[in-house]
């Protein structure tokens, strides 16, 4: 049997999430909420520390916030561009594609952001990931081609995930 390493703070992150979260769910922000909330925040991952067998790295504050800024206008465009092609193009006109993306990501956390990411921009959705966790199956609404799906995906969000996560 392994020894979990046991810590005051076993992540950080995590307890601030639950600060947070706590205090968003009480409905206001009071000595009282941030007090019992701070509790919370040590407890949980206390109690759930022999579930985390990798302690998460820390990641850098501003590539994450290039991803996010990137994500956040992408999302937006997509809009746009989706409103335009459902308003202006038959469905006979739309070129409607499936995209087997090979991942170079390992890390569980990671390949959930990719596929989150994806299906979060309008016009795309995850539709299935291998077995193996190696290649996701996209749909585009309307594109081109598939490889050109493909390389924007690998190019714009998954080259950033892993100089992120791995």
Not at 1 to 15: E, G, N, Q
Not at 45 to 63: C, E, H, I, N, S
Not at 68 to 93: C, F, Y
Request: neutral net charge; glycine residues 6%; proline residues 5%.
């Amino acid at each position: 049997m392994t020894k979990v390493k046991r810590s005051f703070l076993p992540h950080p992150f995590l307890t601030a999430i639950l600060i947070v979260v706590w205090c968003l769910l009480s409905g206001g922000i009071s000595l009282g909420t941030v007090v019992f909330g701070a509790i919370l925040g040590i407890l949980i991952p206390q109690a759930t520390a022999a579930y985390w067998p990798d302690a998460p790295r820390a990641v850098g504050l501003f590539k994450v916030t290039v991803y996010v800024l990137i994500v956040v206008w992408d999302i937006i465009v997509a809009n746009v561009v989706v409103a335009w092609v459902v308003l202006t193009k038959r469905n006979r006109d739309m070129k409607s594609v499936w995209v087997a993306i090979p991942l170079e990501l390992r890390t569980p956390e990671a390949i959930a952001i990719l596929a989150g990411t994806i299906t979060l921009t309008p016009g795309t959705v995850t539709a299935d990931m291998s077995d193996e966790g190696h290649c996701l199956l996209i749909h585009a609404l309307d594109a081109d081609s598939a490889e050109a799906v493909r390389d924007d995906i690998k190019n714009r969000y998954e080259r950033r995930l892993k100089e992120i996560f791995e």
